[in-house]
């Protein structure tokens, strides 16, 4: 079932490949620069000498190994991992893409331009802000890009004693640790017993200290916070901002604008919501979207429609400066691009009931074998508590996970909101069908059966991988990485 290496396949002299003739007269070497002895080779490089046929059995094997959204479902909460159309791989191919460079002649350049700058005016409407910036690369350098600027702005007006950050409980982990990298002190606010943010906690922890409150809407539980325009109110009247955590916006696109809510900044994981598969971690793209009183903070440069066309704008005193390299990563700008033309208003409107109507059904599925601890209607996600069967049985969210694997489902994500013990957290998207839905729910509930009965069974899955169960914590605290 594993599959060794390829240097543990080489056999000496064997070859893939076939040089043409030397059409060089003998003894052109000397002709030459000569070659510093230092950086000359003593001996060959251990290169896997093998044969085509075993180069394409070898990576043909490794394909069929790895799981992806292609080959089956994969409900991971927070995280979305949705079927990304085909079309945007095949523009994304084009030739007309693929070989242009970020400092050619602007003149030369003004379609992939005006896809930017169209996209930026897309994200705009779909998430109520006035303009963006494409550069960061990830929704943790968004996140890292908006509170820069919101840092910027603070200092601009002498506010030097806004120091903190308030982040809930429920937030993605990247929240406080970019408030951190930014020299921000990060502070938590309490969940309530429904899941939502503790509305005592945080008129508590409002003051003139306060730089902003981070916040996911629905949040990591799968629910939306009934209370958003209050608390929008409650941070701007004590003069901080709200920064909205859009990693995940496939519960409210078309229906719901972060805008509307009162926030002041965001970012969006393009790579997440909008198409481009980022199982493997990466390339993604988390662009920042703001409203006018941020505007002038965003990165440089912006794109700009002028008479003579798209431009760079340079001239903006009050910029952040630059975050990435050029634009960011343009080819997942691309695909975001062709993917919200082809949905259209209606489309991705649709694809939010759809992911909405999807988690519902299978909680509802789901929820007379298994403890879901907050939300009787969720949006997008919810989260299963294994802690009683851990009681109980000693089954963990773990096992469970691991369990599915060999069911061929890739794992829920797992102990994420950390206000969940043991934590599974479900997504299913929009783009899985009822019999997936039911197919899903029914092998989940099969498991949990079995390991009922026989739970030492489930400790030993996954069964059918090529490496078993492995010791995650020693990976972490003691990775070994060489060969
Ligand atoms: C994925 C995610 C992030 C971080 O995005 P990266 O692209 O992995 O850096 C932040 N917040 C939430 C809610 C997320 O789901």
Known sequence: MSEPLLIDKSKKGRKAYCFPALDLPRGFEQALPDIPASMLRVKAARLPEVAELDVVRHFTKLSTQSFGVDNGCYPLGSCTMKYNPKLGELIAQLPAFTTIHPLQDLSTAQGSLSIMYNLLEDLSSITGMSWGSLQ?????????????????????????????????????????????????????????????????????????????????????????????????????????????????????????????????????????????????????????????????????????LTDGGYAYSWDRP??????SMFWGNFLVLLRAYVYVLRMGSEGIRAASSHAVLNANYLKSRLEKHFDIPYGTKVMHEFVISCESLKKEYGITAQDIAKGLIDEGYHPPTMYFPSLVPEALMLEPTESESIETLDAFADTLIAILERAKEDPLYLKGAPYTTPVGRLDEVKAVKEPDLRY
């Open 318 to 323: 009050d910029s952040i400066g630059k975050v």
């Open 136 to 304: 960061p690369c990830a929704g943790a350098h968004g996140e890292y890009t908006g509170l820069k600027m919101i840092r910027a702005y603070f200092m601009k007006k002498g506010e030097t004693k806004r120091t903190k950050v308030l982040v809930p409980i429920s937030a993605h982990g990247t929240n406080p640790a970019s408030a951190a990298m930014n020299g921000f002190d990060v502070v938590t606010i309490a969940s309530d017993r429904e899941g939502l943010v503790d509305m005592d906690d945080l008129a508590s922890k409002l003051d003139d200290s306060v730089a902003a409150l981070m916040l996911t809407n629905p949040n990591t539980l799968g629910l939306f916070e009934k209370n958003i325009l209050k608390i929008s109110s409650m941070v701007h009247a004590s003069g901080g901002l709200l920064y909205y955590d859009g990693a995940n916006l496939n519960a409210i696109m078309g229906m719901a604008t972060p805008g509307d809510m009162g926030f002041d900044v965001l970012h969006l994981n393009l790579h997440k919501t909008f198409s481009t598969p980022h199982g493997g971690g990466g390339p993604g793209s988390g662009p920042v979207m703001v409203n006018d009183i941020l505007r002038p903070f965003l990165p440089k440069p912006d794109i700009e």
